[in-house]
């Protein structure tokens, strides 16, 4: 099984998770800390294969999609009312759940694009200005203004 670059940050920190959890908490709430960790880490990976699929046209937009997100949706809400009746820490649960908020905000940064520099533009007093269209961010096209005639 490949994970993606976010997946291995999310693993990360949720591991740093649940081991500040043990040194600062108990074993309960550290074991709480990982179940919510494994729920969100389960629900994100099936969120993001189902993401790429329809990015690539591969699912149909409409029903199929929503109703894959929705049978997800309640999945993990029944993971999360069975953890919670069988005794899990609920706010190391959401501390658990909450792990790919940070992972994937951090994950974005580190992937972004590098930051391009653009070329200084012409002098103020160019008569290129002239036939610059603002709206376009290009130069106007003189065909442009014999269609408005």
Not at 11 to 30: D, E, M, Q, Y
């Amino acid at each position: 099984m490949k994970l993606d670059p976010i997946e291995w940050l999310n693993l990360s920190l949720s591991s740093a998770a649940v081991v500040t959890g043990l040194a600062l908490g108990s074993r309960p709430f550290a074991a709480s800390i990982a179940l919510g960790a494994a729920i969100e880490a389960v629900n994100f990976r099936m969120l993001r294969a189902a993401s790429l699929r329809l990015f690539a046209g591969d699912l149909g937009v409409g029903r199929a999609w929503m109703a894959g997100f929705g049978l997800r949706f309640a999945a993990l809400g029944v993971a999360m009312a069975l953890a919670l009746s069988a005794g899990a820490h609920p706010v190391g649960l959401v501390l658990g759940l909450s792990t790919i908020v940070p992972a994937v905000l951090i994950g974005a940064w580190l992937q972004r694009p590098p930051p391009q520099v653009c070329e200084p533009g012409p002098p103020p007093d160019d008569p290129s200005w002239e036939t610059w269209n603002p709206w376009l961010a290009r130069e106007r096209d003189p065909s442009d203004d014999e269609d408005r005639s």
